[in-house]
C-alpha cells in the first residue's frame, strides 16, 4: 500500500515538472520576454542596456540550459520576481494560495457531503419529489455560470437584502477577540462557497443518486436484507460506502474545474485569493506571476488527487489489494 | 434422513400467490403454490428460469420486490407463525435467525468493502445481541464450520481476496449464524465449478445432519436435486405443477412436463448419452404471463395436450405428498378423452 | 453518410437482426421527440439560433453605441435599460446571440476535433500509444481549465482565434476519455474482429466501423459540452479576456461588473440568456441519453 503511495507522490512530481516545462514553452510564445515588458514600462531602453539585462537573466543561452535553470529554479521555490507587485511570486502565491484552497475545498466538500444526500433521499424514492428536485437542480447547476451566479446572489442577500457582506474576506478595522474574527471570516465567506458549491452540489446529487440506484439493485443488497438488518443499516452502511466510490472519483477529477471556478468567484467577491491576483497579473502582462499561479493551481491539483486516491483506498479494499 | 417425519412441519406453504403490476396489469407470477418441509429435510424445487421459483424464495424471505409486487393470497407457517401475516419489522427479527437464505451468485453476494468477518459478525450482533468481539469470535467458529482454511485470518478477508467457492462458504455461513430452521439455497452451486459443487453440497449435507436444518433447494439443475433432496417439486410459469419424493419424481414422472425435463437431463439418462443421441429439448418457449393464460400454461408445448386442457387442472393428489396438476391424472376422466 | 467507392469486401458482421443499426436509431429517434421537454428545449433554441440570424436585421443598431443616459432601468423605450455608459441591454443581447453561439460552436468543433482524435487513437492502438497520450490526457488535466485558458489568451492575445484554441486545448480530456473507453470496448465486438481479419484499414475502421458504433454517448456528450462551451466563452469574456471587436453576453456582464449593485438589469438580462441556451441544451442532452439509453431513464 505504502509503494503505491510513494508511487502517486513522484508521479505527481513528474506531473509538475511537465507543469514548469510548459510554463518555460509558453515564456518562449510570448510575444517579447521580460526584458521587453520591463524597458516598455520603463518608457523605453536602448538596446546595449536590454542585451546586458538579457545577459543577466540568462537570456543569451541556449533555450535547453535556459529550460534546465528555469526548472531548477522551479523546483528549489524560486518562482520568479514580480515586477509589478515588487515582490517574488512565491510570497506572493503563499498569500493568495491558501484563501483559494479553504474555498475551493470547503465548497467541494459541502457539495459532496450535501449533494450525496440529497441523491440517497432521491434514490430512495426514484419517483418520488425529492427526485424531480435532484432533477431540476442538476439542470440548472449545469446551465447556469458561477460568475453570474454570483452577482445575483449579490444582489439578493447583500443588496436586497442586507444579511452578508458583499466584498473582501474581513471586516475592516478587524475586530478585537479571535473568535469574532473567525466568525467574521465565516460570515464573508458563507456566500462565496454557496456559490461556489450549489453548482457542484447539485451535480453531485443526481450522481450519486444514479449511483446509488445501481448499488440500491445489487446482490449484496439483497443479502443485506436477508440477514435481518434494519433498512437504514442496509441504506447507510452497505449501500452508501460503495455508492460514495464514483463521487470521490469525480470529486477528485473535478478539483481542476472547482478551482477554475474559485478563481471567478473570488474575482466576483473581491477575495483575496489567486483569482484577482492572476486578474491584475493579466492585465499587467506580469507573466511570472501568472505562471506562478497557473503552477500553484497545478499543485493544488496534484495534492488533491494524490488526497482523493488516498480516501479511495479507505474506501475501496479492492484497490489496496492483497493484505 | 427424514428425522422429524412424524412432527409438525418446520414450514408450511399453502395457497401462495404472488402478482405483480405490470404498466398496470396484474400478473399472477406465482399461482397456488402449496408443499411443507420437516425438520432436517431437504425439498427441491426444480424448473427453468423465469417459473417462479426464485420468486417463491423471496416469498418465503418475505422479500417479494414491493412495489411492484405483493402477496395475493396464502399463507406461509414457519413453526405455526404465519410469515404473510408478519409485520415488516417482525420479518426483519425473523430473517437471518429462523430463516436464512445463500445466492445463486457467490462472487457478487457479499459486499466487497466490508471484511467477511463484519458481515458474519453483523448477523450474530443483529440477532444474538453479542458484543463485536464475542461476535466476531463466532464468526471465526462459523468460518471453522464451514471448512475455511485458517478462519482467525480469513475472518479479516475482503471478498475479493476469497474465490468463488470460499465465498459461497462464507455465504452459507452468514445464513447459519443464528443455527435458522430453514435455509434456502437459492441455485448456490450454478455458478461455481463441478468439484466445487461437490464439496458445497458435501458441506449442505454434513451441517444438516448436525443441525437438523430443513433444506429448500432450488436449481434448474435436475442433477443437483437428485443429490440433495429428499422431495421434489417441479414448478412451470409459476404453478406447481408436479411433486413428490425423488424417486417418484425421477422414476415416474406424470406430467408431461416433469418427462420432458428427465430427457434433458444426461445424467439421468445415462444410456441416452451412450447411444450418442442429441440431447432432447421440449419445443416451445415459456409461455409470456404478460398475456394473461387460461388453462394449463404448458398446453401449447405439450406432445399430450387435449380440448380439456384449455381449462386450468386442478392438483391431483395421487398420495400423500404426491400430486400433479395435469388433466391426466385425472382418475375420473373418460378414456375417450385420451390424447389427441 | 456516402459510402466510399473503394472496392472493398462489405464490412461482416454478426450482429442480432434487431440490432441493426437503422432500427436503433429509428426507436431512438422517436423515443427523443416523444420527450417533451427535449423538443422544448430543441423549439427554444431553434428561436434563439434564428435570433443569432436575423436579429442584427430587424434591429439595426450597433450594441457598442451609447443610445441614452447611463444605468437607465428598463422601461418603455429601452425595455431592457442600458449599462453604466448608456448603451441598450436589448440591442447587446440581440448582437450579441450570433457571436456568443459562433464562439463556442467553433471552440466545442476543436474540442470534438481533439478529444476524439486523442481518444480514438488511444483507444484503438492500445499499448504504448495508449499509455502515452493518457498520460498527456493526465497532464491537462491537472490544469485548471479555466486559469490555463486565462493565461493562453493573455500570452498569445485576446483574438477570436486565440480564445477558440484556448478553450479547446483546455477541454478536451473529457472527450478523449470517453471516446477511449468506448473504442476499447467496442474493439473487442465481433464485427470489428471479423473486419480486423479481413485486413480493413486502419482509418477506414476507426472511421467507418469503430466511430458510428460509439457515437450514441459521443452525441450526448458534445451536445453537453457545448453548453459547457458557452459558459466557458462567457467566463473568459466576463474576465475581459475576449476579442475587443465582438460583443457576446459574457462581455456585457463583464463589462458592468463594476455596476451591477447600480443596474442590475445591465448582467441579470444577458446571464439569463446564458441561462436559457444551456439550459435548452442540457434538456436536449437529457433527452438524448433517456432515447439511447430507455433503461437507465430518470438517471
Known amino acids: 500500500m505504502s509503494t503505491a503511495i510513494v508511487q502517486r507522490i513522484v508521479y505527481g512530481l513528474l506531473l509538475l515538472i511537465a507543469v514548469i516545462t510548459l510554463n518555460f514553452l509558453l515564456i518562449q510564445l510570448a510575444p517579447g520576454d521580460v526584458v521587453d515588458v520591463l524597458l516598455t514600462e520603463a518608457g523605453g531602453g536602448d538596446p546595449a542596456v536590454a542585451a546586458q539585462i538579457r545577459a543577466a537573466y540568462g537570456l543569451d543561452q541556449p533555450v535547453y540550459v535556459q529550460l534546465l535553470t528555469y526548472l531548477a529554479k522551479m523546483l528549489t521555490g524560486d518562482l520568479g520576481y514580480s515586477y509589478y507587485f515588487d515582490e517574488p511570486v512565491l510570497s506572493l502565491l503563499l498569500d493568495a494560495l491558501p484563501a483559494t484552497v479553504m474555498l475551493v475545498l470547503s465548497a467541494l466538500l459541502l457539495a459532496m457531503v450535501i449533494g450525496t444526500l440529497l441523491g440517497v433521499i432521491a434514490a430512495l424514492r426514484p419517483q418520488g419529489l425529492s427526485s424531480h428536485i435532484v432533477t431540476v437542480l442538476s439542470l440548472l447547476g449545469y446551465a447556469t455560470p458561477v460568475f453570474w451566479l454570483g452577482m445575483m446572489v449579490l444582489l439578493l442577500f447583500s443588496q436586497y437584502l442586507p444579511w452578508f457582506p458583499a466584498f473582501g474576506m474581513r471586516t475592516i478595522p478587524m475586530p478585537e477577540t479571535p473568535l469574532a474574527r473567525a466568525l467574521d471570516v465565516l460570515h464573508h465567506m458563507v456566500l462565496p462557497t454557496f456559490t461556489l458549491s450549489i453548482l457542484y452540489l447539485a451535480s453531485y446529487s443526481r450522481l450519486s443518486r444514479a449511483s446509488m440506484l445501481d448499488v440500491l439493485g445489487s446482490d449484496y443488497i439483497r443479502t443485506a436484507r436477508s440477514k435481518g438488518l434494519a433498512e437504514y443499516v442496509v441504506i447507510f452502511k452497505h449501500a452508501l460506502k460503495n455508492a460514495a466510490l464514483p463521487i470521490v472519483t469525480i470529486a477528485g477529477l473535478q478539483v481542476g474545474s472547482v478551482f477554475s471556478g474559485a478563481v471567478l468567484v473570488e474575482t466576483v467577491f473581491s477575495l483575496p485569493g489567486v483569482g484577482p491576483l492572476l486578474y491584475e497579473s493579466i492585465l499587467r502582462r506580469d507573466y511570472p506571476v501568472m505562471l506562478g499561479v497557473l503552477f500553484g493551481a497545478a499543485v493544488t491539483t496534484v495534492v488533491a488527487n494524490i488526497i482523493t486516491d488516498l480516501v479511495y483506498r479507505v474506501l475501496d479494499p479492492r484497490i489496496r489489494g492483497i493484505s | ?61 418475505g422479500m417479494v420486490p414491493s412495489p411492484p409486487g405483493r402477496i395475493s393470497a396464502g399463507r406461509i407457517l414457519l413453526n405455526g407463525e404465519d410469515l404473510c401475516a408478519a409485520s415488516e419489522s417482525r420479518m426483519r427479527a425473523i430473517r437471518g435467525r429462523n430463516i436464512s437464505m445463500i445466492f445463486q451468485e457467490p462472487m457478487t453476494s457479499l459486499n466487497p468493502v466490508y471484511t467477511v468477518g463484519n458481515q458474519i459478525a453483523e448477523t450474530i450482533r443483529r440477532h444474538k445481541g453479542l458484543s463485536g468481539a464475542d461476535a466476531l469470535a463466532e464468526a471465526v467458529d462459523l468460518l471453522r464450520l464451514v471448512h475455511i482454511p485458517a478462519p482467525d485470518k480469513r475472518v479479516s478477508a475482503y471478498p475479493h481476496e476469497l474465490s468463488g467457492g470460499m465465498r459461497q462458504r462464507v455465504m452459507i455461513a452468514m445464513a447459519l449464524a443464528c443455527e435458522p430452521d430453514v435455509l434456502i439455497a437459492d441455485e448456490p452451486t450454478t455458478a461455481l465449478d463441478v468439484t466445487v459443487q461437490a464439496q458445497i453440497f458435501d458441506l449442505l449435507r454434513e451441517i444438516q445432519d448436525a443441525r437438523g436444518t430443513a433444506i429448500v433447494l432450488i436449481t434448474h439443475d435436475f442433477g443437483a436435486v437428485s443429490e440433495m433432496a429428499d422431495r421434489v417439486i417441479v414448478m412451470y410459469a409459476g404453478h406447481k405443477i408436479e411433486e413428490g419424493s425423488l424417486d417418484e419424481v425421477s422414476d415416474d414422472a406424470r406430467h408431461p412436463y416433469t418427462q420432458g425435463l428427465l430427457r434433458c437431463m444426461p445424467e439421468i439418462r445415462a444410456r441416452a448419452r451412450e447411444r450418442r443421441q442429441p440431447l432432447p429439448e421440449i419445443p416451445g418457449v415459456v409461455p409470456d404471463l404478460l398475456k394473461g393464460l387460461t388453462g394449463c400454461p404448458f398446453a401449447s408445448r405439450c406432445p399430450s395436450a387435449m380440448d380439456r386442457c384449455r381449462e386450468l387442472p386442478p392438483s391431483f393428489a395421487l398420495a400423500p405428498q404426491r400430486a400433479v396438476k395435469c388433466w391426466l391424472a385425472d382418475a375420473s376422466a373418460a378414456p375417450g378423452e385420451q390424447p389427441a | 453518410m456516402s459510402e466510399a467507392q473503394e472496392p472493398t469486401v462489405p464490412p461482416v458482421r454478426f450482429d442480432d437482426p434487431a440490432d441493426v443499426p437503422e432500427v436503433r436509431w429509428r426507436v431512438t429517434a422517436a423515443m427523443f421527440y416523444g420527450n417533451k421537454a427535449a423538443v422544448l428545449g430543441i423549439a427554444v433554441l431553434a428561436a434563439i439560433l434564428l435570433v443569432g440570424l436575423f436579429g442584427p436585421l430587424l434591429l439595426q443598431a450597433d450594441p457598442f453605441a451609447i443610445v441614452g443616459a447611463p444605468l437607465t432601468a428598463p422601461g418603455e423605450l429601452r425595455p431592457l435599460g442600458t449599462d453604466y455608459l448608456g448603451r441598450d441591454v436589448l440591442a447587446g443581447m440581440i448582437h450579441g446571440t450570433r457571436p456568443t453561439l459562433i464562439v463556442a460552436l467553433s471552440a466545442t468543433a476543436f474540442t470534438v476535433v481533439i478529444g476524439l482524435s486523442v481518444g480514438a487513437v488511444a483507444g484503438f492502438y492500445g499499448g504504448r500509444i495508449d499509455n502515452l497520450l493518457m498520460r498527456i490526457t493526465e497532464f491537462f488535466q491537472v490544469l485548471p481549465p479555466l486559469v490555463f485558458a486565462m493565461v493562453i489568451v493573455a500570452i498569445m492575445g485576446a483574438h477570436f482565434m486565440t480564445v477558440i484554441i484556448a478553450i479547446g486545448v483546455t477541454t478536451w480530456t473529457n472527450l478523449a476519455r470517453l471516446t477511449r473507453a468506448e473504442f476499447l470496448k467496442i474493439k473487442e465486438r465481433e464485427f470489428v474482429l471479423a473486419d480486423r481479419a479481413i485486413g480493413v484499414r486502419d482509418s477506414r475502421l476507426i472511421l467507418r466501423v469503430l466511430l458510428p458504433n460509439a457515437l450514441p454517448p459521443l452525441i450526448i456528450a458534445v451536445t453537453l459540452q457545448t453548453g459547457l462551451t458557452i459558459i466557458y466563452e462567457a467566463a473568459l469574456s466576463f474576465l475581459g479576456l475576449t476579442d475587443p471587436d465582438i460583443m457576446t453576453w459574457g462581455k456585457m456582464i463583464g463589462l458592468s461588473r463594476d455596476f451591477f449593485f447600480d443596474a442590475w438589469w445591465s448582467v441579470t438580462f444577458p446571464g439569463l440568456a446564458i441561462l436559457l441556451t444551456t439550459l435548452c441544451i442540457a434538456l436536449i442532452g437529457d433527452g438524448l441519453n433517456d432515447a439511447f439509453n430507455p433503461r437507465l431513464r430518470g438517471r
Not at chain 2, 9 to 21: C, I, N, Q, R, Y
Not at chain 2, 25 to 41: A, P
Open chain 2, 1 to 61: 434422513m427424514n428425522t422429524g417425519a412424524g412432527d409438525r412441519p418446520v414450514l408450511e406453504v399453502d395457497g401462495l400467490s404472488v402478482d405483480f403490476t405490470v404498466r398496470k396489469r396484474q400478473v399472477r407470477i406465482l399461482s397456488d403454490v402449496g408443499f411443507s418441509i420437516g425438520r432436517g429435510e431437504t425439498l427441491g424445487i426444480i424448473g427453468e428460469s423465469g417459473c417462479g421459483k426464485s420468486m417463491t424464495a423471496l416469498s418465503l424471505m
